[in-house]
């Protein structure tokens, strides 16, 4: 029988820089081995089964381009030790006066092999990871399942999240019905999210390099000695004259074409998005790309995830400057293009007459003006604003329960 392997994902450093790596235990034959991943490069490393456990001392008939060189040992030579005594392979410089040379390499590695079964939590940071452990382990044969984070909280109880690695792993071995095996619609999903990262990518550094052009521009006009009044036709004719700038949106556009092919592949888009009126695929995307997967929440959850549910008063707070989001962002502006653009802008349309039947009520419970605290409340606008955020609540509740049944629906599909 294999082995079972729980893995704990996380960010492997914070932004004060302690040290978060992630963290690995493996079960096999009751004994429990853990290990800590420091790095994306361990995490790939591992997948191969090229993550060491162990050195040695190096052999003279060692070659280094045997071993991969992030993996090699190093100490820097003292004073008197002459670098031409070793092989030229085991030597590195480093500036002018520091010399070092290989001491040790790796003797043991670990990693997945064939008849195991690894587990990881739904959702978070170790995405990618799953996506690189799934293909390798259709490979080897062996098996990839995740399973919802509200799962492993319950299970977990009282105990420490730093057993959470150990506990996947036992989950696995003695619970394998809370557990959902990666399957080709999950990588696609995950893909797609990538993609979509690439794309927001490549807008922001084309926005970055037009904003900084525009900034050029407006210093050489006010400071030259014959300024020109039309700045933003200028402005225009010094964008389609920048090599940078050209590069840069011939960049965006081939990940957006990527991204708009990718998420029309995907039965999620097809089934659940696509027949939304105004929802086109970078809209979706936004929402798509922030879940991933559904079966990471209960209803709730969800709601309260894309950032567009009420506090414990019944009031839908704004954002503002400085407030931390209670969910995804990326997710929560998904909905408001749908329900506030979208929907507002189709009379007519599911969601743009159920937005029409909230405003409706809101303004005959508000039927008039009123100032508080010197400002207006319940003007055309703020009736808007407070129709769209109920509505985006049944169109979260109404995602959740379409894509919950296409994935039973898909389930129930694989388990015949």
């Given at each position: 029988m294999g082995r079972f392997i729980g893995v704990r994902p996380r960010?492997?450093?914070?932004?004060?820089?302690?040290?978060?790596?992630t963290q690995v235990a493996i079960i096999e034959k009751g004994k429990v081995k853990t290990y800590d991943l420091p790095n994306d490069q361990a995490e790939l490393d591992f997948v191969f089964v090229k993550f060491p456990i162990r050195y040695r001392d190096v052999r003279p008939e060692d070659k280094m381009a045997d071993f991969l060189r992030h993996q090699l040992k190093w100490r820097e030579l003292e004073k008197g030790e002459d670098?031409?005594?070793?092989?030229?392979?085991?030597?590195?410089?480093?500036?002018?006066?520091?010399?070092?040379?290989?001491?040790?390499?790796?003797?043991?590695?670990e990693g997945p092999r064939a008849g195991d079964t690894i587990a990881l939590p739904l959702g978070g940071s170790g995405d990618m990871f799953a996506y690189a452990l799934a293909r390798?382990?259709?490979?080897?044969?062996?098996?990839?399942?995740?399973?919802?984070?509200?799962?492993?909280?319950?299970?977990?109880?009282?105990?420490?999240?730093?057993?959470?690695?150990?506990?996947?792993?036992?989950?696995?071995?003695?619970?394998?019905?809370?557990?959902?095996?990666?399957?080709?619609?999950?990588?696609?999903?995950?893909?797609?999210?990538?993609?979509?990262?690439?794309?927001?990518?490549?807008?922001?550094a084309r926005i970055a390099c037009e904003q900084r052009l525009h900034e050029v521009l407006v210093g050489k006009v006010f400071t030259g000695t014959t300024p020109e009044a039309e700045i933003e036709k200028r402005f225009e004719a010094e964008k389609a004259n920048d090599q940078i700038l050209n590069n840069l949106v011939a960049l965006e556009d081939e990940a957006e074409a990527k991204l708009v092919q990718a998420v029309e592949a995907l039965e999620v888009y097809q089934r659940v998005f696509a027949p939304i009126e105004g929802v086109g695929p970078l809209t979706a995307a936004r929402i798509i790309a922030g879940v991933v997967d559904i079966r990471r929440f209960k209803r709730d959850q969800f709601v309260s995830f894309c950032d567009v549910c009420p506090d414990d008063d019944g009031?839908?707070?704004?954002?503002?400057?400085?407030?931390?989001?209670?969910?995804?962002?990326?997710?929560?502006?998904?909905?408001?293009?749908?329900?506030?653009?979208?929907?507002?802008?189709?009379?007519?349309?599911?969601?743009?007459?159920?937005?029409?039947?909230?405003?409706?009520?809101?303004?005959?419970?508000?039927?008039?003006?009123?100032?508080?605290?010197?400002?207006?409340?319940?003007?055309?606008?703020?009736?808007?604003?407070?129709?769209?955020?109920?509505?985006?609540?049944?169109?979260?509740?109404?995602?959740?329960?379409?894509?919950?049944?296409?994935?039973?629906?898909?389930?129930?599909?694989?388990?015949?």
């Open positions: 960010r492997k450093k914070t932004v004060e820089g302690e040290a978060r790596p670098a031409s005594t070793f092989p030229p392979d085991r030597v590195e410089r480093l500036g002018k006066k520091k010399v070092f040379v290989v001491i040790k390499v790796p003797d043991e590695f390798r382990a259709a490979e080897i044969k062996a098996a990839v399942l995740r399973t919802p984070f509200y799962r492993l909280k319950e299970a977990r109880d009282e105990g420490s999240k730093d057993e959470d690695a150990t506990l996947i792993a036992q989950l696995a071995q003695t619970r394998p019905e809370i557990f959902y095996p990666v399957r080709p619609r999950d990588l696609g999903i995950i893909l797609m999210r990538e993609l979509c990262r690439g794309r927001i990518m490549a807008m922001q009031k839908f707070r704004r954002r503002r400057r400085g407030q931390a989001a209670r969910g995804n962002p990326f997710v929560r502006q998904g909905f408001w293009l749908i329900i506030a653009d979208q929907a507002n802008r189709r009379p007519g349309s599911v969601w743009g007459d159920k937005l029409r039947e909230v405003k409706a009520k809101q303004r005959e419970k508000h039927p008039e003006v009123v100032i508080v605290n010197g400002k207006k409340r319940f003007t055309p606008g703020h009736i808007q604003r407070r129709a769209g955020w109920p509505t985006m609540v049944q169109l979260a509740r109404w995602i959740y329960s379409q894509w919950s049944a296409l994935e039973r629906e898909s389930e129930s599909k694989e388990g015949k």
